[in-house]
């Protein structure tokens, strides 16, 4: 069964620090991962796009790793800052009809 | 970027009546568009894929009858909730795809339409 696991659910930082986002798939035939940013209310708006070929990407502070063969990707947020809350979505697309299946995301804080 | 828009962002409605959403891609043809539905601190759940010029694509457990959608042409979709409920009201995403360059077309999402059914 094709699933896109994230972790943690929820997650509070103080502004400045960094923090390490994770996705796990299991998702077959693989065909691309996406990070997407949620704000409260609003629809998602896109992040990075890595295909099997790619390991890193990166979107100003947000840097995205791809491990395709543990099926692991991690976004990583450098020098958070207050507008960083909001829910990062892990979406993994499969097949050649490109399905997207969705993570539940991971719920950010950056407190002062 | 892309611009993809909706509208209308609320509505609250009566029960029974029906409500249309509009999903318009503003800077790009888009050949497919995507009908998604959010409930409170719950990830997008995909409703329906809407082809132009033909007929909607929609999940299991999606009623098509009442969530009539509509993609005339390649700018504009149109979600028409028909004799909306109470638990109808949600907030409802659509999506539009570039046309892919290679393999991976980008996704570009409306800001979202809430719906409050009384």
């Known amino acids: 069964k094709n699933q896109v696991e994230q972790s943690p659910q929820s997650l509070i930082i103080l502004e400045g620090k960094n923090c390490t986002l994770q996705?796990?798939?299991?998702?077959?035939?693989?065909?691309?991962l996406r990070w997407y940013k949620q704000d409260t209310g609003r629809g998602p708006v896109s992040l990075t796009i890595?295909?099997?070929s790619e390991n890193t990407k990166s979107n100003g502070r947000y840097t995205a790793t791809l491990d395709a063969d543990t099926k692991q990707s991690s976004l990583h947020i450098t020098a958070s800052q207050l507008s960083d809350s909001a829910s990062y979505i892990c979406?993994?697309?499969?097949?050649?009809?490109?399905?997207?299946?969705w993570g539940a995301g991971t719920k950010l804080i950056i407190k002062p | 970027g892309a611009v993809v828009s909706q509208h209308p962002s609320w509505v609250i409605c009566k029960s029974g009546t029906s409500v249309k959403i509009e999903c318009r891609s503003l800077?790009?043809?888009?050949?497919?568009m995507f009908w998604y539905r959010q409930f409170p601190k719950q990830s997008l759940m995909l409703m329906a894929t809407?082809?132009?010029?033909?007929?909607?694509?929609?999940e299991q457990g999606v009623e098509k009858d009442k969530f009539l959608i509509n993609h005339a042409s390649l700018t504009l979709s149109t979600l028409t909730v028909t004799s909306a409920h109470p638990e109808d009201s949600s907030f409802y995403i659509c999506?539009?795809?570039?046309?892919?360059?290679?393999?991976?077309?980008?996704?570009?999402f409306g800001e979202g339409s809430r719906l409050t059914v009384l």
């Open positions: 979406v993994v697309s499969a097949g050649s009809n490109y399905q997207l299946i």
């Open positions: 890595m295909t099997f």
């Open positions: 809407s082809n132009e010029g033909s007929k909607a694509t929609y």
């Open positions: 996705c796990n798939y299991t998702v077959s035939p693989f065909s691309n």
């Open positions: 800077d790009f043809q888009a050949t497919t």
């Open positions: 999506s539009a795809r570039t046309p892919a360059r290679g393999r991976t077309g980008e996704l570009f």
